[in-house]
């Protein structure tokens, strides 16, 4: 028997433009770009586990500052916005950039730069990436009279998989910190600045000049920002939840406890909604089959690296306590496994407690525990 088709899902999709446009599911996030507005906020930078929407959230930004109103209709900004001005967009997407060595590196950047510097008709003769960059951000500033707005998504992609390799960390972070060294010089002519990453590589480290970052990664009112939460899968997507219990065979309330049971639980601050992991519940939606997708997408290699490094029991994992400071620690200077865990997806919080200042993590669902018991029990026991 076919099943009910409710949605195109967009298995796969992180392009804003190409979910409007094709009439995907889309679930309405743009009123976090009315709260940035509103609040005048310049300079954001949202950390997330890989596959949490981060880049969708990116391309929306894009979109948005980009003018294109169409996109938008029957959507919260559309409300908000009356001017629909259109700056000039500089969006770097680091995630082609993992397992490279500087100079491959150097070479993703200029290559990056040669296609934004085209879009302006000019080519550099500048050979430092952080000099292109900033005049770049001028040019752009200068053609359009309107200052420029820089996303950079994945930010840390080329640093991962080197963190516990201190020879082969130092020239890649060197080469990534140079590189976004010239933002805080250009605030005259930035009209928004975004960053996202899987970890917070510290003020210290990385972005040891932008210190007018705002770290919005934990804060209750942005918990949702990314992924799908407990009322818009309610709410919004209540359709496809009955559309999947019916093909399962299982009435809405088992099939929406079923979804929660393996996707949900993640929580990003300490009074946040309940989040579920977006890549597994639109996987499952479209396969019609509630099954492990975003931990069968692959365990990344610094996960590996950083539970041997700390000598972690996967078997004894659960209901691990840290302090509040230990999330403000860069991955490299990082004294415990925990927070690149609850950075990465594999824990997250299930308490706080104020007196002590402490967060009780845990696994997040059945997807992450039986994955992580079933894939990587192996390697230590």
């Given at each position: 028997?076919?099943?009910?088709?409710?949605?195109?899902?967009?298995?796969?999709?992180?392009?804003?433009?190409?979910?409007?446009?094709?009439h995907y599911l889309y679930v309405d996030k743009t009123k976090y770009i009315v709260d940035f507005r509103k609040k005048k906020m310049s300079y954001v930078f949202l950390s997330r586990p890989r596959r949490f929407g981060?880049?969708?959230?990116?391309?929306?930004?894009?979109?948005?500052?980009?003018?294109?109103?169409?996109?938008?209709?029957?959507?919260?900004?559309?409300?908000?916005?009356?001017?629909?001005?259109?700056?000039?967009?500089?969006?770097?997407?680091?995630?082609?950039?993992?397992?490279?060595?500087?100079?491959?590196?150097?070479?993703?950047?200029?290559?990056?730069?040669?296609?934004?510097?085209?879009?302006?008709?000019?080519?550099?003769?500048?050979?430092?990436?952080?000099?292109?960059?900033?005049?770049?951000?001028?040019?752009?500033?200068?053609?359009?009279?309107?200052?420029?707005?820089?996303?950079?998504?994945?930010?840390?992609?080329?640093?991962?998989?080197?963190?516990?390799?201190?020879?082969?960390?130092?020239?890649?972070?060197?080469?990534?910190?140079?590189?976004?060294?010239?933002?805080?010089?250009?605030?005259?002519?930035?009209?928004?600045?975004?960053?996202t990453g899987i970890t917070k590589f510290s003020q210290l480290s990385i972005f040891s000049e932008l210190n007018n970052l705002e770290n919005i990664s934990m804060f209750d009112q942005y918990s949702a920002l990314c992924g799908i939460s407990l009322t818009e899968l309610t709410t919004a997507m209540?359709?496809?939840?009955?559309?999947?219990?019916?093909?399962?065979?299982?009435?809405?309330?088992?099939?929406?406890?079923?979804?929660?049971?393996?996707?949900?639980?993640?929580?990003?601050?300490?009074?946040?909604?309940?989040?579920?992991?977006?890549?597994?519940?639109?996987?499952?939606?479209?396969?019609?089959?509630?099954?492990?997708?975003?931990?069968?997408?692959?365990?990344?290699?610094?996960?590996?690296?950083?539970?041997?490094?700390?000598?972690?029991?996967?078997?004894?994992?659960?209901?691990?306590?840290?302090?509040?400071?230990?999330?403000?620690?860069?991955?490299?200077?990082?004294?415990?496994?925990?927070?690149?865990?609850?950075?990465?997806?594999?824990?997250?919080?299930?308490?706080?407690?104020?007196?002590?200042?402490?967060?009780?993590?845990?696994?997040?669902?059945?997807?992450?525990?039986?994955?992580?018991?079933?894939?990587?029990?192996?390697?230590?026991?």
């Amino acid at each position: 028997m076919m099943a009910r088709l409710v949605n195109y899902y967009p298995v796969g999709i992180q392009t804003f433009e190409k979910l409007r446009e094709d009439h995907y599911l889309y679930v309405d996030k743009t009123k976090y770009i009315v709260d940035f507005r509103k609040k005048k906020m310049s300079y954001v930078f949202l950390s997330r586990p890989r596959r949490f929407g981060k880049s969708l959230f990116a391309s929306t930004l894009h979109a948005y500052f980009a003018g294109k109103k169409e996109l938008f209709d029957g959507l919260a900004i559309a409300d908000y916005e009356k001017e629909w001005n259109a700056y000039p967009v500089l969006h770097f997407d680091l995630s082609g950039a993992k397992h490279m060595d500087k100079e491959q590196l150097d070479r993703y950047l200029s290559d990056m730069l040669d296609d934004q510097e085209a879009v302006y008709g000019y080519k550099s003769q500048k050979v430092d990436p952080n000099i292109r960059l900033k005049d770049l951000v001028k040019k752009a500033h200068e053609q359009t009279g309107r200052k420029a707005v820089i996303i950079i998504d994945e930010y840390d992609a080329p640093l991962l998989d080197v963190v516990h390799e201190k020879e082969n960390l130092l020239p890649l972070r060197q080469t990534m910190q140079n590189f976004y060294s010239p933002i805080k010089l250009l605030d005259p002519h930035l009209e928004f600045v975004f960053i996202t990453g899987i970890t917070k590589f510290s003020q210290l480290s990385i972005f040891s000049e932008l210190n007018n970052l705002e770290n919005i990664s934990m804060f209750d009112q942005y918990s949702a920002l990314c992924g799908i939460s407990l009322t818009e899968l309610t709410t919004a997507m209540k359709p496809d939840v009955q559309a999947l219990g019916e093909a399962l065979g299982m009435s809405y309330e088992a099939c929406l406890e079923a979804l929660r049971s393996y996707y949900d639980g993640y929580h990003f601050s300490e009074h946040s909604e309940d989040v579920f992991n977006p890549f597994s519940l639109v996987k499952a939606l479209n396969a019609q089959k509630i099954a492990p997708y975003w931990y069968g997408s692959g365990t990344p290699t610094y996960l590996i690296k950083t539970l041997q490094k700390y000598h972690v029991n996967v078997m004894d994992i659960e209901k691990k306590s840290c302090d509040v400071d230990d999330f403000n620690v860069s991955p490299e200077q990082m004294v415990s496994a925990l927070p690149l865990l609850y950075q990465s997806g594999y824990l997250t919080i299930k308490k706080f407690n104020p007196l002590l200042h402490r967060y009780t993590l845990e696994y997040p669902n059945k997807e992450v525990k039986i994955g992580m018991l079933k894939n990587l029990a192996p390697n230590y026991l």
